[in-house]
């Protein structure tokens, strides 16, 4: 069985998600699974889901840990891809940033 590599999404897939969908394909490919796994909320991420689409499962830490939301959704993560590696055992975060509104998708 592949890896399970977790992905963040604000300054990491979505910097630039066109590589992104390229190097999630070649995973996949190599029988490896991704999960995109972020600090926001699950009421922040229209534009979230939007750039993902069905390409990887998206999972919501909101005020949780990332690895404890991931573990809790069944995923053992054996590589994390993220720009600021020390959030992801650090409970309490949200995001603060801008969504787009669900009508402009």
């Not at 922040?44 to 949780?64: H, Q, S, T």
């Not at 053992?76 to 969504?99: F, R």
């Amino acid at each position: 069985m592949g890896l399970t590599i977790a992905i963040d999404f604000d300054d990491t897939f979505g910097a630039d998600p066109q590589a992104w969908r390229k190097v999630v394909g070649v995973l996949h490919e190599m029988g490896h699974q991704c999960v995109l796994v972020t600090n926001r909320p699950d009421e922040m991420g229209n534009d979230v889901r939007a750039e993902v689409g069905d390409l990887m499962p998206i999972l919501f830490a909101g005020v949780w840990s990332k690895r404890s939301t991931a573990h809790n959704a069944g995923y053992n993560v054996d590589i994390w891809i993220d720009d600021s590696p020390q959030n992801i055992d650090s409970d309490g975060l949200t995001y603060i940033g801008q969504d787009r509104p669900a009508e402009e998708l």
